[in-house]
């Protein structure tokens, strides 16, 4: 087994620190970026379609309640 020095592990750990602070920064900077985006949407476009019910006359309920429809 391959013991490594004490400054080399420093090293690697330097490293270390220093991607995650850039992956940490590239991740808020995307989620600004994402965040504008939905920002930019129109509110009325993104509201869920309505669900539109057909309305039955009581005459039109009895055949589909018979089974006539």
Known sequence: MERKSVTE???QLN??????K??????EDYKLK?????????VNQI?????????YSLWERIKRALGGN
């Not at 490293?15 to 995650?20: A, G, R, T, V």
């Open 9 to 11: 592990l420093q090293q």
């Open 15 to 20: 490293k270390l620190i220093e991607e995650q």
């Open 22 to 27: 850039s992956s940490e920064k590239y991740s």
């Open 34 to 42: 994402i965040s504008k985006e939905i920002k930019k949407f129109d």
């Open 47 to 55: 509201k869920n379609t309505p669900i539109i019910e057909k309305k």
